[in-house]
T-cell receptor, first 117, second 110 residues
Framework: AAGVIQSPRHLIKEKRETATLKCYPI?????VYWYQQGPGQDPQFLIS???????DKGSIPDRFSAQQFSDYHSELNMSSLELGDSALYFC????????????????FGDGTRLSIL | AQRVTQPEKLLSVFKGAPVELKCNYS??????LFWYVQYSRQRLQLLLR??SRESIKGFTADLNKGETSFHLKKPFAQEEDSAMYYC????????????FGGGTRVLVKP
C-alpha cells in the first residue's frame, strides 16, 4: 500500500540558509501534519492542514511556514536556519476529522533528517 | 492543555517475559489514545488505538478513564519487539493533532 512520502530523506544546510521539505500524503488523505523530533526527544507538533487550509498550529517558529497544495501535498519552508533546527521532521497524513467518523489515525512518513552545520 | 506521560524511559526484559509500558494522560475532554512504535531507523508506525480494542502483534491496551491511563501490555515479549514506543493523545478540539509522551525504549534480551 502507498505510504506517506517525504523528500529529501537527508538535508544538510548551514546557518542562516533556507530549506524546503516536501510531503506527499497517502492517496485520498486530505489532512497533513508536520512534527519535529529533536535528538532524544519525542515528536512535537508544528502545524497541520485540512483541505489546503491551516487547521492547527503548534510550536512552529515564525521563521517557518508551510502550505498544502491542490494535490494535497505539503511543503515546510524554513528560513534563517539555526543550529537548534537540526532534527528529524516527520510528516503524517490522515483522512479529515470532519468526515464524521471520529479521529482518524495518522500515518507517518520516514522523515527528513535536517542537519545544520 | 493535554499532556501524556510515560514514566519509564527504558524497559529491559528477557524474551518470553511479560512487558507493560505505562502511559498516563491529562485531557479535559474525551480523548482518543494511540500507541505508536518506532523500530530502529524506521518511521513511526501505528500499533494500537483505543477505540479499536484489538490486539496487534500480541500487544493490548485498555483505556482506563478513572485512572487516566492507557498502558500497553504483552504477555510474552519477543526480541523483535525491541523498539521505541510512544503513547499519543489525539486532540479532537484542535484538528486531530497528536501529543506524544516522552517515549519508552524497550529492549528485549535473548
Amino acid at each position: 500500500a502507498a505510504g506517506v512520502i517525504q523528500s529529501p530523506r537527508h538535508l544538510i544546510k548551514e546557518k542562516r540558509e533556507t530549506a524546503t521539505l516536501k510531503c506527499y500524503p497517502i492517496p485520498r488523505h486530505d489532512t497533513v501534519y508536520w512534527y519535529q523530533q529533536g535528538p532524544g526527544q519525542d515528536p512535537q507538533f508544528l502545524i497541520s492542514f485540512y483541505e489546503k487550509m491551516q487547521s492547527d498550529k503548534g510550536s512552529i517558529p515564525d521563521r517557518f511556514s508551510a502550505q498544502q497544495f491542490s494535490d494535497y501535498h505539503s511543503e515546510l519552508n524554513m528560513s534563517s536556519l539555526e543550529l537548534g533546527d537540526s532534527a528529524l521532521y516527520f510528516c503524517a497524513s490522515s483522512l479529515g476529522v470532519r468526515r464524521g467518523v471520529g479521529n482518524q489515525p495518522q500515518h507517518f512518513g520516514d522523515g527528513t533528517r535536517l542537519s545544520i552545520l | 492543555a493535554q499532556r501524556v506521560t510515560q514514566p519509564e524511559k527504558l524497559l529491559s526484559v528477557f524474551k518470553g517475559a511479560p512487558v507493560e509500558l505505562k502511559c498516563n494522560y491529562s485531557y479535559s475532554g474525551s480523548p482518543e489514545l494511540f500507541w505508536y512504535v518506532q523500530y530502529s531507523r524506521q518511521r513511526l508506525q501505528l500499533l494500537l488505538r483505543h477505540i479499536s480494542r484489538e490486539s496487534i502483534k500480541g500487544f493490548t491496551a485498555d483505556l482506563n478513564k478513572g485512572e487516566t491511563s492507557f498502558h500497553l501490555k504483552k504477555p510474552f515479549a519477543q526480541e523483535e519487539d525491541s523498539a521505541m514506543y510512544y503513547c499519543a493523545l489525539s486532540d479532537k478540539a484542535a484538528g486531530n493533532k497528536l501529543t506524544f509522551g516522552g517515549g519508552t525504549r524497550v529492549l528485549v534480551k535473548p
